[in-house]
């Protein structure tokens, strides 16, 4: 099962993945995450990545390509895994068939106003990356981590001077993959605002009747 979650920032790739992560036990690779933790580790990529995360563009192609590459050969890839954030560029999905390949890709399409609003309200668990919406999704304690008590706290790009770099970068650079995919045959578009119960449903079908074969 590999599955490749699309879609602008704020979609809800994440919370999709996160919700799979927990059904099928398989894990949600963000390269997003990956880079974060570098730069919390304080390593030269992580230096290098910083300023252009916080501004809202893409982290250079060979940096990330590195980076999926060496995940996805970790063995607990072997029996599937959901890609949330990679590949954000053609250059990146091209080098991606060299290492891996994907059954189903899920895109989500979120209207930019509600976009907006979401990131603004997205609160993030430093420790166990749980996604949480001060609006729709909050926290039972305020400021904490309903699953592990973790702190939660606002991302740099999440504010809203990178939140319209952001969206601009992904039209620019990451929308084209949707034809790409379309003509690969394997893309299913669904209106990201259905709500994560319904959104989870519709993922469930798209996904479990390859696995009965
Ligand atoms: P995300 O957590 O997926 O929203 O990613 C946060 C930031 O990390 C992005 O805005 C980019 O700066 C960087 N990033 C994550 N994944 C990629 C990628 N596949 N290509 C380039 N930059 C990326």
Redesign the pocket.
């Known amino acids: 099962m590999r599955i490749l979650m699309l879609g602008a ?1 704020g979609a809800g790739k994440g919370t999709i993945a996160q919700k799979l992560v927990e059904k099928y036990g398989i894990p949600q690779i ?4 990956l ?1 974060r933790a570098a730069v919390t580790a304080g390593t030269e990529m992580g230096k290098k ?1 910083k300023a ?2 916080d501004a ?4 250079p192609d060979e940096l ?1 390509i590195a980076i999926a590459r060496e995940r996805l050969a970790q063995p607990d890839c072997a029996k599937g895994f959901i890609l ?6 053609i250059a ?1 999905a091209d080098a991606m068939k060299t290492f891996a390949r994907i059954d189903h890709v899920v895109n989500l399409e979120v209207p930019d106003e509600i976009i907006i609003e979401r990131l603004e309200a997205r609160r993030t668990c430093k420790k166990c990356r749980a996604i949480y919406n001060l609006k729709n999704v909050p926290p039972r304690v305020p400021g904490k981590c309903d699953t592990c008590g973790g702190d939660l706290y606002q991302r740099d ?1 999440d504010k809203r001077e990178a939140i319209e770099t ?1 969206l601009k970068t992904y039209r620019q650079q990451t929308q084209p993959l949707v034809d790409y995919y379309r003509r690969a045959g394997n893309l299913h578009t669904l209106n990201g605002d259905a709500g994560i119960d319904s959104l989870l449903r519709l993922v469930t079908a798209i996904i479990e009747p390859k696995q009965r074969k």
Do not use: E, H, N
């Not at 809202?56 to 982290?59: A, D, P, R």
């Open positions: 920032p963000s390269t997003g995450d880079l990545a252009i995360m809202g563009k893409l982290v990330v949330d954030g990679f590949p954000r560029t990146q790009d952001r």
